[in-house]
Every structure is written in structure tokens, then in C-alpha cells.
């Protein structure tokens, strides 16, 4: 006995063919792109309805990882990255050497009245 092709193997039921467009209700969307620095296009689909306000300006590019606009022309740039800052960077933002003095001066005199010392 010779086997065939079965035809509906690893098919449903009423499925129907294949990429038929009658199953399901495709909602209306608008095709927006996306550019990065090096020219890369990025399209996102949202929805026609969609204010267009609500539309982000800027995205990252899934290509490069740098932020991608919808100007092609003039892409955004990459932001710039603020170095690490210590604890002691902040603190010496919001105190000047003066009260940097003072404040180090009334700290050691009360160390030393728990201490004992002069």
C-alpha cells in the first residue's frame, strides 16, 4: 500500500486557505518612519485614529541603538551621557568652601567633646 501526501496535515478544521483576508477585522493604521543618524529606516505602525500628538518624535533604532526622528534629513543626534558623579562631586555642587569649612570645623569640635579632647 503506497502512502500520499495528506493534504489538511497540520491544518484546522475550517481554516480556510492560506493569507485569506476573511478572517478577522484588520483596523485602519498609519505607517510612520523613523530615521537614525547613520540612515537607517525604522517604520512603526499606530493607529489611523491616532491624534497626531501621540505620536512619538523620536524613537531608539532598533538597528543602531541611536535615536532615530522623522525627519530623514536631519536625524537626532546622540545625547550626550553625563560622566559618573561621586557623592562628593554632588556635595560640593550644593556647598561652597566656606560652609564646607564650617560644617568640617563643627563636626571635628563635637567629636572631640565626646572624646574628651581639646
Not at 512603526?44 to 512619538?56: C, H, K, L, S, V
Amino acid at each position: 500500500m503506497a502512502t500520499g501526501g495528506n493534504a489538511i496535515r497540520g491544518t484546522r478544521v475550517g481554516a480556510g486557505p492560506m493569507g485569506e483576508q476573511d478572517h478577522g477585522f484588520h483596523a485602519d493604521r498609519v505607517a510612520v518612519s523613523y530615521w537614525d543618524a547613520l540612515g537607517n529606516e525604522t517604520v512603526r505602525y499606530f493607529a489611523a485614529g491616532i491624534p497626531d500628538e501621540e505620536i512619538p518624535e523620536t524613537i531608539d533604532s532598533p538597528h543602531s541603538g541611536l535615536p532615530a526622528g522623522r525627519d530623514k534629513d536631519n536625524p537626532p543626534a546622540l545625547a550626550k551621557t553625563e560622566p559618573y558623579k561621586t557623592h562628593l562631586a554632588y556635595v560640593k555642587e550644593r556647598r561652597t568652601e566656606e560652609e564646607a569649612e564650617a560644617l568640617l570645623d563643627d563636626a571635628l569640635a563635637q567629636l572631640r567633646d565626646r572624646r574628651g579632647q581639646d
